[in-house]
Every structure is written in structure tokens, then in C-alpha cells.
């Protein structure tokens, strides 16, 4: 009798900040790119989501530090477990939890560096 093993799903080989995003070296030989402004709009958290659902508000308000804080940029990412990463945003934003396939469905396929 065999049994079938799942395959193991792909794993970050590295990631790196490159110019204006993020790149991954996948396990699996595939290399993905994502901008972090692709990343900051696809943020994956609760109200992130819920805010994506909403018609745009026209009379929306900056709040100053969302003025202040220029294009998305990554204030810090910490690795949570061996399945996800949180991103701080230089907005002030910290709850997104981008995990493993999230990264990997955001980025774009990219050919590698020579």
C-alpha cells in the first residue's frame, strides 16, 4: 500500500529589498517581485480588506501622517513562525500578516538577477 505525501508547498529561499519592492527567491526555482505600494494596497488584515470592500469615499481626508509618510515603504518585517511575515508600514499601519502564499500570490514572476 503507498501513500501519497503532499508536496511540500515552496519555501522563501531570501528575501530582498530590491529598488522599490520586494523580491523572493522561491525553493521551488521560481523568483517573484512585488512593489511595496502592490504590497501596502493588498494588505491582508481585517480592516484593510473591509476598507478594499467600501466604495471610494470622495471626500476622504488624509490623516496628516498618511501625508506625511510619503510613498509605502517598509519600516521594518519580522518573520512570524515559519509561515508568515508582519510588515510595518512607514504609515503607521502593522497589522497586515502577509503569509508565505500571500507574499508569493502578490509577486510577479521575475527573472533572476545576473
Known amino acids: 500500500m503507498s501513500s501519497c505525501m503532499p508536496a511540500e508547498p515552496p519555501k522563501p529561499l531570501s528575501l530582498r529589498r530590491e ?3 520586494l523580491a523572493i527567491d522561491w525553493s521551488d526555482g521560481l523568483r517573484t517581485f512585488a512593489t511595496w505600494r502592490h504590497l501596502r494596497a493588498n494588505c491582508p488584515c481585517a480592516s ?3 476598507a478594499r470592500a467600501k466604495p471610494a ?3 476622504h481626508v488624509l490623516k496628516p501622517q498618511e501625508v506625511t509618510a510619503g510613498p509605502p515603504q517598509p519600516v521594518a518585517m519580522k518573520g512570524l513562525g515559519h509561515y508568515a511575515y508582519q510588515i510595518v508600514w512607514n504609515d503607521g499601519h502593522d497589522t497586515g500578516i ?5 507574499l508569493r500570490e502578490l509577486g510577479s514572476p521575475h527573472p533572476a538577477r545576473e
Open 19 to 21: 529598488g522599490d519592492g
Open 48 to 50: 484593510c480588506i473591509e
Open 57 to 59: 469615499d470622495p471626500f
Open 98 to 102: 502577509y503569509s508565505l502564499d500571500v
